[in-house]
């Protein structure tokens, strides 16, 4: 089974700092999805940013972009210039094509002003 | 198009009373997905759908939660009796499958369930 980790439970980050939020998988499929989500404390799930397994490039929206390493199944999330609507829990995801998305356990950011 | 709409966004109600969520997708997605989040457990997948065909409840917790979806722009999440520990966070959240398989999944507000 499918399994995603996300073994920070906290981070914090001054304000204009960058943040690096990991994220490791566990799958034996090559052809598969990676998500981030952001739930803020209004809890609406928001998506960050998406990659899809078969590209080699790194996804970037912004000043979100994420350090994908296929062989060592890791996807990680790098915030540039950190700002206090970063603040939320951050929960990385794993999708299979028409199967449900397995979630981590998330990660608490908070941004220090 | 108004989102994914979640009713009621907060229900609080006795143990052993009977709950209903309510859950209208986006116009046109095709997969339907309920979740429920705690803070012990995270976000979990209670069920999920696919043109109106449950494909997965095996994240149903126990016969008290059953899950519907009559037509392709309504479902429902019923919870009977209900129990304390059922308080929670439930999201709803639909999705529609493209050609090249990538696709994001929308989610609702969520419904805050407190069973006292």
């Known amino acids: 089974a499918q399994t995603v980790t996300q073994s920070q439970p906290e981070m914090s980050v001054q304000e204009a700092e960058t943040v690096t939020l990991s994220c490791t998988y566990d799958?034996?499929?090559?052809?598969?999805?990676l998500f981030w989500y952001k739930q803020p404390p209004s809890r609406q799930m928001i998506l960050v940013i998406r990659?899809?397994?078969?590209?080699?490039q790194n996804a970037t929206e912004n000043r979100f972009s994420v350090n994908f390493q296929k062989a060592a199944k890791s996807f990680s999330l790098k915030i540039s210039d950190s700002q206090l609507g970063d603040a939320a829990m951050y929960f990385c995801?794993?999708?299979?094509?028409?199967?449900?998305?397995?979630f981590g356990q998330g990660t608490r950011l908070t941004i220090n002003p | 198009d108004a989102g994914v709409i979640q009713s009621p966004r907060h229900e609080v109600t006795e143990m052993g009373q009977e709950v209903t969520l309510r859950c209208k997708p986006i116009?046109?997605?095709?997969?339907l997905f309920w979740y429920r989040q705690t803070m012990m457990r995270g976000l979990e997948l209670l069920i999920y759908?696919?043109?109106?065909?449950?494909?997965?409840d095996s994240g149903m917790p126990e016969d008290r939660f059953s899950a519907k979806m009559p037509n392709a722009s309504f479902s429902t999440l019923k919870i009977q009796p209900s129990e304390p520990r059922d308080s929670a966070v439930y999201f709803c959240?639909?999705?529609?499958?493209?050609?090249?398989?990538?696709?994001?999944?929308?989610f609702g507000p969520g419904t805050r369930l407190t069973v006292l």
């Open positions: 116009s046109g997605h095709d997969y």
């Open positions: 959240a639909s999705s529609f499958f493209l050609s090249g398989g990538l696709h994001e999944q929308f």
């Open positions: 990659q899809e397994a078969y590209k080699q």
């Open positions: 799958t034996s499929e090559s052809d598969y999805y």
């Open positions: 995801a794993y999708r299979y094509p028409r199967q449900k998305l397995v």
């Open positions: 759908f696919n043109n109106n065909v449950p494909i997965d």
